[in-house]
């Protein structure tokens, strides 16, 4: 006689699902409540081994994960409901495409039969996210049928073999369900052997095979001995081996390395790294000295538009390294693209490239560097405007090491681009991927939680603004982030770009001033807000709060014309007095 056992399908299908994206590596899930993904929900309750974070709006949720993911390299799921809850999440899942951050995004749908017809909450969810998502599948509704749960099981395999093996980033799942979704409300029944044996496909071990990585041709060893000048070029790094070997093969090949602020060798105590590159370069005497043979570019595209201005009118050589394969050039000059680490490509080049021992090439840009750091720092002490140069070196000196420090886009992470040079052991953080200004405070939030290192954020007043939601997010789960806010009232980059001389209404439609009361905002959520006005305030309320439990925002208001006449003011002072 067959035994059998009374089921919810929609519950076992969703309990299936979670207990396998935790073979898979998920570790934390972001949840934002709803109806139609109650099985989700109550299955990812019911998973003691994957930690819960519950978000009532579905934008922060995505950002939130995707900071939980840069910071700890898991990959994080997120569970929405259907309909526009579903479309929320597309800012952070661009963001994650585009940076190869590991997002798993479950929806739960409507049945297919009901789309166009009128029904509540109802969209079409089908591929979604296409054009920046590494896989997708609708898992169709669930059937109490053996092959069912083994065409699940290999879809969720090769999903996973995906982003463990070829493309990191992100992976959307669509899980449609019909009611009843509580476990209680059961709807099949199922031999007691068929669920046994479903169980026991779900539990086998599973395996990934590593990227694969190419070895580099000999071609290249011959551009690269053949070159006397050769410059490394270092965006954001995509491994964490980066930092180590990027200066072994600069060491070898007696090459400068120019940093941004986002690589992971700018911070390092390393005496080829040229920290100053996004100053001087705008300088066309320098460019023309300093013209290289040979430019080998690791990791992404730099922040600097003066970096990469050089990079798209040099005439040298110019090799991508990276282990996607993938040019990160907007100028489209690059050469040839390796598929390698930075680890495989100085096991190689130690051994097909003599060491270099001519390192005139080399001190001609640290003679360089070390100019431009001194004015830059005289620059700075002396200058009597409180602008936003001066605000970040003084968090700079007042940060501890292995801190965390998130940019936020638009002028805060260029600010910082020009300023850092310090060399101290810190984590650097930007959504650079898409370089949107929305979700920074979530992402942020999410970078601490994965972490829980001191937090720390640089950001404008529009994209605190855009991201008002998350201040809810940092009470609930008591984040106590520090938060440098600038507020030069609007788009203070546009001052900086030339439609800032155009006959326009440029505070109107550019500037765009929003004239927000932060600080009511602030202790609405029960944060600690404080106002500076020159650099030692800032250092004396900076040490006040190292200790507090609740996020806290320092706002310096900023006159953005003021800001920008000091930077010009700067930049000519380098480029008259710089000796070359």
């Known amino acids: 006689m067959k035994m059998k056992k009374q089921i919810n399908k929609n519950y076992l299908w969703s309990k299936l699902f979670v207990d396998f994206l935790h073979q898979c590596g998920v570790k934390e899930v972001c949840i934002s409540p709803g109806s139609r993904n109650t099985p989700l929900i109550i299955s990812f309750s019911e998973n003691t081994k994957i930690k ?344 700079l000196s007042n940060i501890l090491p292995s801190s965390n420090l998130m940019l936020s886009n638009s002028l805060p992470v260029r600010d910082f681009d020009f300023i850092t040079s310090i060399k101290k052991n810190i984590n650097v953080f930007s959504n650079r991927g898409a370089s949107g200004i929305d979700g920074i405070i979530s992402t942020t939030a999410g970078i601490f939680q994965a972490t829980n290192k001191r937090t720390f954020l640089a950001i404008g007043d529009l994209a605190f603004y855009y991201d008002i939601n998350s201040l809810w997010l940092l009470k609930r789960y008591k984040i106590p982030l520090t938060i440098i806010l600038i507020n030069n009232n609007g788009g203070g980059i546009f001052e900086l770009l030339p439609i800032a001389n155009e006959n326009v209404e440029f505070q109107k439609y550019f500037k765009t001033p929003v004239n927000i009361n932060f600080k009511k905002l602030v202790e609405a959520f029960d944060g600690n807000y404080y106002s500076v006005s020159s650099s030692s305030e800032f250092n004396e309320i900076f040490k006040k709060i190292s200790g507090s439990k609740n996020f806290s925002v320092i706002e310096v208001k900023v006159n953005s014309i003021k800001s920008k006449n000091s930077r010009i003011e700067f930049w000519k002072l380098l480029e008259k007095n710089i000796q070359v």
């Not at 669509?174 to 199922?190: G, M, V």
Request: proline letters at 5%; hydrophobic letters at 40%; aromatic letters at 10%.
């Open 52 to 395: 819960k974070h519950v978000l009532v709006d579905e934008r922060s949720s995505g950002f939130f994960a995707l900071g939980l993911a840069k910071a700890s390299g898991n990959p994080v799921a997120i569970v929405t409901t259907s309909g526009t809850a579903v479309a929320e999440l597309y800012p952070a899942i661009i963001e994650a495409y585009f940076q190869k951050v590991p997002l798993i995004i479950c929806t739960a749908d409507r049945p297919h039969y009901l789309r166009n017809s009128g029904a509540n909450q109802t969209i079409n969810q089908e591929n979604i996210y296409k054009n920046h998502i590494r896989f997708f599948a609708d898992l169709g509704l669930p059937e109490i049928k053996l092959n069912n749960f083994l065409i699940l099981k290999k879809t969720l395999e090769k999903a996973f073999h995906i982003i463990h093996s070829e493309y990191i980033g992100p992976i959307h799942f669509n899980l449609p369900f019909e009611k009843p979704f509580e476990p209680s409300n059961f709807t099949d029944s199922i031999d007691v052997r068929v669920l046994n044996k479903i169980n026991f496909e779900f539990s086998k071990p599973l395996s990934f095979p590593q990227q694969i990585i190419s070895r580099t041709s000999t071609k290249v060893f011959k551009i690269i001995s053949g070159a006397k000048r050769i410059l490394i070029l270092s965006g954001e790094n995509f491994d964490k081996e980066e930092k180590l070997f990027l200066s072994k093969i600069a060491a070898h090949l007696s090459s400068p390395i120019i940093a941004g602020i986002l690589s992971s060798v700018r911070l390092q105590n390393k005496s080829n790294i040229i920290r100053n590159a996004a100053s001087f370069l705008r300088s066309s005497q320098i460019k023309n000295l300093i013209e290289p043979d040979l430019i080998i570019q690791f990791g992404y595209a730099p922040t600097s538009n003066n970096i990469l201005d050089f990079f798209a009118n040099s005439s040298a050589k110019k090799i991508a390294v990276n282990i996607f394969n993938e040019k990160y050039d907007p100028s489209l000059t690059t050469n040839v693209s390796l598929k390698t680490s930075a680890k495989e490509f100085y096991s190689q080049i130690k051994i097909k490239t003599a060491p270099r021992k001519d390192d005139v090439y080399l001190k001609l840009l640290k003679n360089i560097d070390a100019q431009a750091e001194i004015m830059k720092k005289n620059f700075i002490k002396l200058h009597s405007t409180l602008f936003e140069w001066k605000v970040y070196s003084s968090l």
